[in-house]
């Protein structure tokens, strides 16, 4: 039992690996389709990692953010929105587990919202909120590469914002 319980923690962390250098690629690139295909790729990650973990509910919400991203790829028409934010709330209550299922729910809503705006600093804004969830749903779970990911991909984003629209302000 301890030896699947730990190869499966060990599975759950080669996913987040992978994640996270999915995640460092988007975060070079400023065209907002390059940006998907990569969250696209981490986000299949993510929800392996999640079945690894038992956790259902972010699994299967990851595994909508991957159709998410796909559809959003193609269309940033928020009329896609009002298919993704019902689906969460279903997915979420079907399988709800805990509170902690909230906090996903949550950062699901965010995520649905930010990869439908056409604008690539309105994406970013909102997907910092998503990920700042993401912080605390995995650090009270503690998933250590998950959450050394989630601050990555946060602190990233500040900076990649900050360069890109701060700073040209200020100059």
Sequence with gaps: MIFWLTLSFIMSQVFAWTAIISDICSFQFKERKKILIFFIISSFCIALQYIFLERYVPAIIWFLAVFRFF?????????????????????????????????????????????????????RIIMMWATSCFIIYNL?????????????????NIVWYYRHYIKKRLV
């Design 71 to 123: 559809v959003s790829y193609h269309t940033s028409n928020k009329k896609w929105m009002l298919l993704f934010v019902p689906a969460s709330f279903f997915i979420t209550f079907l399988f709800y587990k805990d509170y902690l299922d909230l906090l996903i729910l949550c950062a699901s809503l965010l995520s649905t919202v930010s990869v439908f705006q056409q604008e690539d600093q309105h994406l």
């Design 140 to 156: 009270i779970i503690f998933t250590p590469l998950w959450l050394v990911l989630e601050c990555i991909f946060l602190s990233s």
